[in-house]
């Protein structure tokens, strides 16, 4: 099989694996994260509970509005008073309260769990007896130094979004596809025919290809202005959609983050068929986000096939359809060092 190459890990990428591949049961992790993201750079190394309860709550009574399941527990008594507080019939100080009482149990101590001794921590656990505060890392400081936030805060609210969908819906039955002129991920509700948004497409997909071009590995941050805009690139072409690969041509198996210029740039891959080595990429990625618990598994394993080697398979058999039909094959003039 086509083996991962091993990269050293970077602070975004530690963020990245606490937020966006861990098993979620509840969508607490999202909002400490999203409340750690917002704190302002020159905070201080201390923040207690009540400072924290705020941001907190705020994220989940928004996420509440957007969807009512936010975990998988049948019933929560935080959610529960987040709920009550939408409806308006608790206080500002009595949600804040239950809070600080109810909302931090679990996800303080679960937030950093990995398998790896070595990861980094963003924050340390002060919480004993009276006190109730965190110690923020040096580590924390230096990635919000990064001017990292606002890409990580966008990613993290794409992958909380689909994850929430995920619980509501009970993907598989619903295929979660990209519409293209909206630039969102977006559910086939198979009953009313209609379709849903569920989260912008680029947020999604960046938490993989960490701002690099997923045919070049140059640097396509979004919200900056280092590096070229982004683009959400299909990577058998869209024009191969009357003809047919066994899988959506939108669906998420065959969406890449792209630079301009791989795309439709001099020298740009417009309708020819990426070489076979990214085709392995493509498949080394499907894989990846299967294997990572990504909210979209069910959705890839429904259409790509459950096994390594039958979507393995999968992909060989729409290469070689798309290769039959557009005939030219395409690689990038270069490649940056490996990102993924
Ligand atoms: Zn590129």
């Not at 969807?67 to 529960?80: R, V």
């Not at 769990?113 to 890392?137: C, H, I, M, N, W």
């Not at 999968?314 to 005939?327: G, H, I």
């Amino acid at each position: 099989m086509f083996r991962f190459t091993a990269v050293q890990p970077t602070l975004e990428d530690y963020w990245r694996s606490i937020i966006l591949f861990g098993k979620n049961s509840a969508s607490y992790k999202f909002a400490l994260g999203k409340a750690l993201l917002e704190l302002p750079p020159a905070h201080s190394e201390i923040i207690t509970l009540d400072e924290l309860a705020e941001p907190f709550a705020q994220h989940i009574c928004s996420h509440l509005k957007l969807a009512d399941k936010q975990g998988t527990a049948p019933s929560s008594q935080f959610l529960e008073a987040c709920r009550t507080f939408n409806r308006g019939e608790l206080t500002k100080e009595e949600l804040l309260a239950s809070t600080v009482r109810l909302g931090f149990g679990d996800v303080i101590d679960a937030f950093h769990v990995t398998g790896d001794p070595d990861a980094v921590r963003f924050y340390a656990d002060e919480r004993s007896g009276r006190k109730t505060q965190l110690r923020l890392t040096d580590e924390f400081f230096r990635l919000s130094k990064q001017n990292a936030a606002e890409s990580l805060s966008s990613e993290l609210e794409a992958r909380w979004r689909l994850v929430e969908t995920a619980w509501e819906l009970t993907l598989p039955q619903h295929v979660i596809e990209y519409d293209s002129e909206a630039e969102q991920l977006t559910v086939k509700l198979e009953d009313t025919h209609g379709r849903r948004p569920v989260t912008n497409c680029r947020d999604a997909l960046n938490g993989y290809q960490k701002g690099k071009c997923f045919y070049c590995f140059t640097a396509i941050v979004a919200g900056t202005s280092l590096g070229d805009p982004v683009e959400v690139d299909h990577f058998f072409p869209h024009r191969l959609k009357p003809h047919g690969l066994g899988a959506p041509i939108d669906g998420i198996w065959n969406l890449v983050l792209s630079c301009q210029q791989c795309n439709r740039g001099p020298g740009g891959k417009f309708d020819q068929v990426p070489g076979l080595r990214l085709v392995e990429r493509l498949h080394t990625r499907n894989s990846f986000l299967i294997e990572s618990h990504h909210p979209l598994r069910q959705t890839l394993m429904l259409q790509l096939g459950t096994s390594e080697t039958s979507r393995g398979q999968f992909l060989q058999a729409a290469y070689d359809r798309a290769k039959k039909l557009l005939v030219h094959e395409w690689l990038p003039a270069s490649e940056d060092d490996r990102a993924f």
